[in-house]
């Protein structure tokens, strides 16, 4: 919301800036609610859909055929990328550190494009991000209503600024940000990487690199010094990669973590 004030002092509201971070904290009050209480999965998807609607009739949304059908796309997508965020925090101090590095580039990015309203608003959440970890420590969790915000602020600042936008510019700007979230926020890769023996601060360590790449590849394309296919064929291979070498890290240790016994011949 500050962000938001900002603008309109200076003149340039932005309708998409104040949709996304009304609807950013509607799913941050969600994830309060989650924390203390709990909350159903059906209830808590239909409110994230809801705050998803909202932004996508305010113009937050991927043009991949200009019809009708693309604002429901387009809130499957920011559903499913929050979440994927959310479920990055699972890996302590990782989110914090990922989210600050990837809204960072996403305002460069917004910047380089002449976007002026997303890169406030992701300038601050990056400013958010390191005031946390400032205050809490690089090992903190944010906790539900902090991944909430965050990914649904990334998840839709990323949409933002694909908006109007050829097919394979669409595909690499909404894949290369959220793509450490997809890859590494489930079970899978995040104790796949546990299982090879590293610790959380090396996961985050590792995940954080990998957001600098895939941001400094948005940018690249941004600045077309990267033809946007050749970027997101990059991501997709690369998550695969990822994938098949976590599972194989992961095959060669034990649960904990050490490494799988072997038989003993007897003599």
Known sequence: LAATAVLAAAGQADRRVTAIALAAGAVAALGVICEVGGLPLAARVIVESVAAGGVVLCGVQVTFTGDWWDGPVTVMWLVGATNAFCLL??????????????????????????????????????????????????????????????????????????????????????????????????AYGT????????????????????????????????????????????CALGGAALVATWRAAGARRGPAGSPVPTLVRRG
């Not at 610790?199 to 590849?217: D, E, F, H, N």
């Open 89 to 186: 925090d699972r890996v302590r101090g990782a989110l914090t550190p990922v989210a600050a590095v990837t809204a960072a580039f996403l305002a460069g990015t917004a910047l380089v494009l002449g976007d002026p309203g997303p890169a406030a608003l992701l300038a601050a959440l990056c400013g958010g991000c390191l005031g946390f970890a400032v205050q809490r420590g690089t090992g903190a969790r944010m906790g539900a209503p902090g991944a909430l915000f965050s990914g649904f602020v990334l998840a839709a600042g990323a949409t933002a600024l694909t908006a109007g936008r050829d097919a394979g510019t669409i595909a690499a700007g909404l894949l290369l940000p959220a793509f450490v979230a997809i890859v590494g926020a489930g």
């Open 191 to 234: 104790r796949r990487l546990s299982r090879a023996g590293l610790g959380p601060r090396t996961v985050a360590a590792v995940l954080t690199a990998l957001s600098a790449v895939t941001g400094t590849a948005g940018l690249a394309v941004a600045l077309g010094v990267l033809p946007a296919g050749a970027a997101t064929a990059a």
